[in-house]
């Protein structure tokens, strides 16, 4: 198997230059260089997960009933706000599958939202059913088809060096840290609304 290191070097450079590029962009908007660290532990977002699963069993009814019909389907997206906290949390989840749980979810809600606006205002023209519906089976695809009963957090799941014994001793935790949190509802509540807290003082940095 041919493998082509002078283009992975040139992809890897192109990428870094568009980083760089996102970055400048975001001093000249008085931001930091990078916005703020993930800070949701990946316990707390693996029970977020459950929390929002009604909205990932939907979009799996959503996607396939917009594939099978091939027509645009509208629905009144208004009944997830009660979610909206838990996948904004979950955006920032240390977690790497979780993480993708929270973007996943805001992306295909915000889909659906705009598919029933155009369909509204008589302009079904402006979206294919069958592209709609891909969009949403590839995030549940990437999303793992399932609530995550473990995670991995982001930094060790994307290290170049595997650390398989870093990756066990933190599934370990994370065991112990969601025994505690499921016997302790009250303790998960309070913890999750500190997160909360937490991110509404530095939203403004994203």
Known sequence: MFIDYEKIEADIKKAD?????VRQERVARGLPPDPPEPFVPVAHAILLCERVEPVFRFLVKYAKLTMDSNQLIPFDVSQFDKYQRDLILLRHSKGFITGFWGAGLIQCIDLIKRVTEAI????????????????????????????????????????LDIDYKAEDREREETRAELERLRTDEAAFAAEVEEYWRYYESIKHLF
Not at 17 to 21: D, G, T, V
Not at 129 to 142: G, M, N, R, S
Request: glycine share 4%; aromatic share 8%.
């Open 17 to 21: 230059e568009e980083l760089e590029k």
């Open 120 to 159: 509204n205002k008589g302009e079904i023209e402006a979206f294919d059913p069958l592209l709609v519906a891909k969009f949403i089976y590839e995030w549940i695809e990437i999303m793992g088809r399932k609530v995550p009963v473990i995670d991995t957090s982001s930094e060790l799941k994307l290290s």
